[in-house]
């Protein structure tokens, strides 16, 4: 892309990504990184897929910045929990349940959450010392903690679910009355 273009890229107040031909974040826009609540450099190289074929016009109703960025959440803390790990893909999909829920899952390929990090998630105990691994994997539970908080204050809920190499984060927030 040559850099003129992506300047006038930038310009946009539209969130705009570019990926390459294996699906892999190349770069994108500070609109695009602020909807997902991260810098642009935390994105490059992630393999992104949005699916929202599944949501058939549902409707939320929420505060929107806390909804988008506990959303956001569920695509860039997990990575800090993995324990070196790294997800070879990561997808966002957003679908619609039978009772009218809408559901935002972010899967995370290649990589299953420790078992210890999904009792963690679960408890609210932020005393110091009560996390281990320095800053970054207290800066991602804290943002997991706080997706699960916003997904309840909407009377949804946070869900993690880790089998055979994958894990799944989901926010499912009820219909709109």
Request: with cysteine; glycine share 10%; hydrophobic share 45%.
């Amino acid at each position: 892309m040559s850099e003129s273009f992506a300047t006038e890229l930038e310009r946009l107040s539209t969130p705009v990504a570019w990926l390459d031909g294996a699906g892999l974040l190349q770069g994108c826009n500070t609109a695009f990184a602020s909807w997902l609540g991260v810098s642009a450099r935390r994105l490059q190289g992630v393999a992104l897929s949005i699916n929202q074929s599944k949501a058939d016009g549902a409707l939320v109703t929420g505060d929107e910045e806390l909804l988008v960025a506990s959303i956001g959440a569920l695509v860039v803390a997990a990575p800090a929990l993995l324990n070196g790990q790294s997800a070879r893909n990561v997808s966002l999909g957003v679908m619609t349940r039978a009772d009218g829920a809408v559901v935002f899952v972010a899967d995370h390929e290649g990589a299953e959450l420790p078992l210890f990090w999904r009792s963690i998630l679960a408890d609210d105990d932020a005393r110091e010392g009560a996390v281990p691994g320095g800053s970054g994997t207290t800066s991602a539970l804290t943002l997991l903690r706080a997706a699960r908080h916003v997904a309840e204050a909407h009377g949804g809920r946070m869900s993690v679910d880790c089998l055979d190499g994958l894990t799944s984060l989901s926010i499912a927030i009820p219909p709109a009355k």
